[in-house]
């Protein structure tokens, strides 16, 4: 089998969610030393099904069978595993890995390897906490972070300076808002016939939810100054024209319910608490004060800078 029939495995793969690559429960006789164990082969080298399960579980649970599914993805991977294997093989044959330094980092790459699975399956199984009740937590203790911003819901009459002079853009806007002071139920009819916003074919020139930020900085201020439900604003003029500005309601700021965010919360509640979990193992871990052999700092020195006393950094107390 080729590479590239990988791509038709993807739906049988798909079906392994229960199998060694997710539970991780396969026995340990059946390891890289049967010939079923081979997953692919490429010159020299084979690529066990054991191995690829091992690179499969570097990808975090929720994104795996996604992975799966992307036969491109899997390509990728059973490459890159397959080139670095080749690359290694042809690295042992000249007895490269055999050069004290090259074992010290193959040594240190180990221990990383090793110390990254470990902390990541002290959080799989850490403690089961009442997530929804740390969020509600938070959520009492921080209000000012649950709240909808200040809203208005708005209407506007764009008269464009792109299709005539200022002068006549200015002048029409004057006009409309005029008529407007005197019959303020003409202003709907006025945004179908005269505003040359494009959006009005699918909002009628409305915009319902307008917070902060989300407009052009005239139009904004113009928008946030209005009072009451059917003010109207003078030409307010942007790099768009000339706008008319009515407010139809404005939504001060108000909590947002718990129960509305209360799935998002209880889910950054979790992250929070996991994190955290993760913070006082490692700072338990590195409790001991580190202490280094007598001589050891200037023997590194010597052997990297010599003589030259200069390029010597400061080391801390």
């Keep these: 089998m080729t590479i590239r029939s990988i791509k038709s495995l993807v739906v049988i793969l798909t079906v392994l969610t229960q199998s060694a690559i997710f539970a991780q429960q396969e026995s340990t006789d059946t390891k890289a030393s049967s010939s079923n164990d081979i997953f692919a082969r490429q010159g020299s080298v084979v690529l066990t099904h054991s191995e690829l399960d091992a690179a499969f579980s570097r990808i975090p649970p929720e994104f795996r069978l996604a ?31 055999q050069q004290p330094m090259i074992a010290e980092r193959m ?9 990254e699975a470990w902390v990541g399956n002290l959080i799989e199984n850490a403690p089961e906490a009442d997530y929804e009740a740390l969020a ?24 464009s300076s792109e299709t005539r002079s200022e002068e006549k853009a ?35 020139g409305r915009y319902p939810g307008m917070q902060r930020g989300q407009m052009v900085k ?3 201020e113009a928008a946030f100054t209005l009072q009451q439900p059917g003010d109207i604003t003078e030409p307010v003029k942007t790099s768009y024209g000339y706008h ?35 913070a006082r193992y490692i700072k338990q871990q590195i409790a001991e004060p580190i202490e280094l052999a007598d001589g050891a700092a200037e023997a590194m020195v010597k052997r990297y800078f010599g003589e030259e006393l200069e390029l010597i950094p400061e080391f801390p107390e």
């Design 218 to 220: 005239r139009f904004e």
């Design 107 to 115: 040594q240190l790459a180990a221990e990383k390897e090793l110390a």
């Design 170 to 204: 200015l002048a029409l806007a004057t006009r409309l808002h005029d008529d407007l002071r005197t019959d303020p139920s003409q202003f709907d009819g006025y945004v179908t016939e005269y505003s040359e916003d494009p959006a009005k074919t699918s909002n009628a």
């Design 67 to 97: 992975f799966i599914r992307d036969g491109a993805k899997v390509d990728d991977l059973v490459k890159s595993l397959l080139r670095l294997k080749l690359v290694a093989a042809d690295a042992s044959r000249s007895g490269f890995d």
């Design 136 to 159: 509600l937590e938070y959520y009492l203790a921080h209000p000012d972070e649950f709240k909808m911003p200040e809203r208005v819901d708005v209407s506007h009459i764009l008269i």
């Design 244 to 278: 008319i500005i009515r407010l139809n309601q404005a939504k001060p700021s108000a909590p947002i319910p718990f129960e509305q965010i209360k799935e998002q919360a209880s889910e950054m509640a979790k992250e929070q608490y996991l994190s955290e979990y993760r």
